[in-house]
């Protein structure tokens, strides 16, 4: 065999090593970056008072005392449940939408022309200042206003992924029954998984920033509400521990179960 033809196995041979080394260089680069950020963070707080902009250290040690004290962790898993929540009503909402607008032909027009419509435009804060009015000052209102902000995300998502359904295969499954609720659980919702975990996925990351939105309005619990005291007194470093505290929950939730059913529910090849 010639020297031509072994060099394409052994460069198809190194290719794992390649990646992975990339991989880690990719992963030293960004680590190195956020270490720089910390660094100049730090610099930059050493000349401004701690009102106006914290210390990494001293947000660090507020961070903590978050998920330490049981008084204050009480709120981290309320907004976390508060949000869990609100995306599965959205996800169910939206889906229910979705499937009448193609079951029924003659409501798309209305779920796609004016319910979506609707429901794209109207304002967060509008959503947020009705709640109080019409639920006062409870959980229920903190979901309301996620549900009615992330249903249009979802109703988009999923409808999308109807609109690919491929229609000899629902052909198929309805030569061999025609019971509608077994098609959909053993053909449309296999199929639609992975347009339903994007919508996971979006309306996840959506929930917890309009989370904080729904908090400050209406809720007397939650880190939106450890937020607005921390505001009204200038805890500057409760402020940054608050936001850290969130993108550490998000992350959390993103690969603890958004990515674990991505790789349970990825299309095969």
Same mark, same amino acid.
């Given at each position: ?6 060099? *394409? ?20 680069? !960004? ?49 976390? =449940? ?36 609707? =429901?794209?435009?109207? @304002? ?5 200042? =009705? ?20 249903? *249009? ?36 919702? @296999? ?53 850290? !505290? ?24």
């Amino acid at each position: 065999m010639s020297s031509a033809a072994i060099e *394409p196995l052994d460069r198809r041979a190194d290719l794992p090593i390649r990646l992975a080394e990339r991989g880690w260089r990719a992963r030293i680069i !960004a680590d190195g970056a956020v270490a720089l950020v910390i660094l100049a963070w730090w610099l930059a707080a050493r000349g401004l008072p701690e009102y106006v902009l914290p210390s990494p250290i001293r947000v660090g040690q507020d961070l903590l005392t978050l998920f330490t004290t049981p008084a204050l962790l009480v709120h981290a898993a309320t907004s976390t =449940l508060r949000v869990a929540l609100s995306v599965i009503a959205a996800i169910i909402l939206g889906g229910v939408l979705a499937l009448l607008a193609r079951a029924v032909p003659v409501c798309d027009g209305i779920v796609r022309e004016r319910i979506l419509v609707f =429901l794209n435009s109207f @304002p967060s804060v509008g959503w947020a200042i =009705l709640s109080v009015i019409w639920f006062d000052i409870s959980n229920f209102s903190v979901v309301f206003v996620q549900v009615m902000i992330l249903t *249009p995300l979802c109703l988009v998502n999923i409808a999308e992924g109807l609109a690919e359904l491929d229609d000899e295969t629902m052909e198929m499954a309805r030569s061999f029954t025609r019971h509608r609720p077994r098609v959909l659980v053993k053909i449309v919702l @296999p199929l639609l998984m992975p347009y339903l975990i994007s919508a996971l996925r979006i309306s996840y990351g959506v929930g917890w920033k309009i989370g904080l939105v729904s908090e400050l309005f209406g809720a007397d619990t939650g880190l939106g509400y450890l937020m607005i005291q921390a505001e009204t007194t200038s805890n500057a470093p409760r402020v940054f521990a608050t936001s850290f !505290a969130i993108v550490l929950l998000f992350t959390l939730g993103e690969k603890l179960v958004i990515d674990r059913l991505a790789r349970r529910f990825a299309p095969t090849s």
